[in-house]
C-alpha cells in the first residue's frame, strides 16, 4: 500500500516522470471543493498544489474532474477543471521548483 493514511482516497493518479511522486486528484468536499495533490513516497511529503470548485453538473455526463497529469520532462502538470465560470479550461502549472525540495 502507498501513502497508507495519507492518501486516504482514490483518485487519478500517476508517477512522475522520475518516479519520486504521485501526483493525485481527491473527491470534492461538501463544498464542492476538488484537491490537487502530490505525494512523495520517499518520505511520506504531501503537498496540496490547490483545490478546485467542481460546480454540480446537470448531468453526471457534464462532470469535470481534475484528471491531471505529468508533463515528459516533469515539470509542468496539466489539469481540466470548470472552477472559472463553469467554462471547461485545461490549465498548465510550473512545479519544478516545488518537487526539486
Not at 493525485?24 to 461538501?30: A, C, E, K, L
Not at 490547490?50 to 489539469?79: A, E, M, N, Q
Amino acid at each position: 500500500m502507498v501513502g497508507k493514511d495519507i492518501l486516504t482516497h482514490d483518485g487519478h493518479c500517476t508517477y512522475s516522470p522520475d518516479g519520486q511522486w504521485i501526483l493525485s486528484d481527491g473527491y470534492p468536499d461538501r463544498d464542492g471543493m476538488q484537491p490537487l495533490l502530490l505525494f512523495r513516497p520517499s518520505d511520506s511529503r504531501l503537498l496540496t498544489l490547490g483545490t478546485f470548485h467542481l460546480s454540480k453538473p446537470p448531468s453526471v455526463d457534464l462532470r469535470c474532474d481534475l484528471h491531471p497529469r505529468w508533463s515528459r520532462d516533469g515539470k509542468y502538470i496539466c489539469i481540466d477543471s470548470a472552477h472559472d465560470n463553469d467554462l471547461r479550461q485545461i490549465y498548465l502549472l510550473e512545479v519544478s521548483s516545488i518537487i526539486s525540495r
